[in-house]
Each structure stands twice: as C-alpha cells, then as structure tokens.
C-alpha cells in the first residue's frame, strides 16, 4: 500500500521531532497538562502523538496512556522512548485519527498536540474522539491556527508549500464551532504565539526551495507580515506561528 504524504514526510523525519523545539518544548505542552488536571485513574490516549511528547508529560499523572500515530517510524521512536524513560503505562499503537481501533466510550481524556492541520478531516476526528471518551470526559487539542480571510490561506499556502502534508490550520472560530457541533462543550481557550527558526523550519529542502520559502515569509503584505512578524537577528532569520489551545467536556 502506498504511503500517504503524512507518513512519507514524518516517516523521514521521525528522528527530528524527538528533539524538535516546539514539539519536544513548547509552551503548550506543559499548559495542556496544567489545565487539564490529569487523575491517577484516568486512561487516555493521544491522537498522532509523532514522536510522543504529549504522552510523556501526561503518563506520570495517569494510569494509562495510548499513543497512536499512522507512522510506523514514529512509532518506533515512541516505543524506544518509553523504554528508555521507563514509563510503564504507555502503549503504542497503529491508528487513523479518523479511525480509531478503541470501544466506546473508553477514555477520560483524549489529546492531539500540533496535529489536526494534517489530519484527512478534523470533523470526523472530532466525532472519533466523542465516541471513544467517556461522558462528561475531557478533550484536549493545541493546533497551529490562523487568521480568517486571506491571510490565512497565505499562511497555509506557505506552510502547504513546505510540507505538503500541511492540509490546512483552522481558525479559532472554526474551532469553536466545530467542538459545539460535534458534541463538545469547551471549558478553556487560549492562544499564544511561538518563535520559529527559518533555517531549522526549511531545513530539508534544497537551496533552492529554501529561498522561495524565504521569499514569501519577507516579501509579502503587512496583513501577512503583522501576523508572521519575520525578523533578522545576528544573522539568524525567525518568523512566528500561532497555537490554538481548547479544553473541552463531551457533552
């Protein structure tokens, strides 16, 4: 069966986003678990966990963590990871965000961190994860988002050219209706900005590519330059994306 451009492109890159900064780092993972108040007995799982780091931080704090991905490579990081952190409780498994291989009405908690913009449809994600958590159980979701209009298609054509695996960052006001009409009354939302190497962003793309990408991030509108906001300093280039973060109860 041929490899979908998600696997092919995180299937080679596996390695990387162990250690990538706003994966491995970022300001949301550690608000996902401040907010969301894990229990001891909760099982939950995490929806294209990558390279797992959504599943670290939570399994100190739960019972039982699933982290499923469509990515055999980043599985396999996953599963040498929780070896090597000796974290017990965490099982890896094969699994479309829109298709998960769980019963119903299993979880207390699902996450899926830096994920959905590259999910085949965020809507039957959503329907997935109201299926297999509990009632009155806890949905947690950080994603890339953007504005409405036209800035935000620039922004997902950039990030599309990149990694054509990009399908597409909602906004913040996508969210909040889809999360209502999928069954989900939303708790917490916030968002925050976060500060993104261009030369470690566009890293795996000649010369070439990588001045096109450098292009659009600085020869472009100031609706889009206001929001990117790139900047030049000692010779190191950084633009900036936005993250969504919803808490939300199953209806």
Do not use: C
Request: net charge neutral; charged share 25%.
């Amino acid at each position: 069966m041929a490899k979908s451009l998600v696997q092919e492109q995180f299937g080679a890159t596996a390695a990387h986003y162990l250690t990538s900064k706003p994966h491995a780092k970022g300001k949301s993972l550690g608000r996902l678990v401040e907010l969301v108040k894990p229990q001891a007995a909760w099982r939950m799982v995490d929806v294209a966990t990558g390279a797992g780091h959504t599943a670290y931080a939570f399994a100190p704090h739960v019972a039982r963590v699933w982290a499923t991905d469509i990515t055999e490579e980043m599985l396999a990081v996953v599963r040498d990871e929780i070896g090597q952190r000796k974290l017990g409780n965490v099982r890896v498994a094969y699994a479309k965000a829109e298709s998960l291989p769980f019963e119903d009405q299993t979880f207390d908690l699902v996450t899926s961190r830096i994920a959905p913009h590259h999910f085949d449809s965020i809507a039957a994600f959503l329907d997935e994860a109201r299926r297999v958590l509990k009632p009155g159980a806890t949905l947690a979701i950080t994603d890339n988002v953007v504005p409405a209009g036209s800035v935000g298609d620039y922004v997902n054509a950039f990030e599309r050219l990149r990694d054509p695996s990009h399908r597409r960052a909602w906004t913040l006001e996508e969210w909040r209706t889809a999360l209502a009409g999928h069954g989900f009354a939303i708790l917490h939302e916030e968002s925050d900005s976060k500060s993104i190497e261009f030369a470690s962003w566009a890293s795996r793309h000649d010369a070439t590519m990588q001045a096109l990408l450098e292009a659009m991030l600085v020869e472009t509108t100031p609706a889009v330059q206001a929001f990117l906001q790139p900047k030049e300093s000692g010779g190191t280039l950084t633009f900036r994306l936005t993250e969504g973060l919803f808490v939300a109860k199953r209806k």
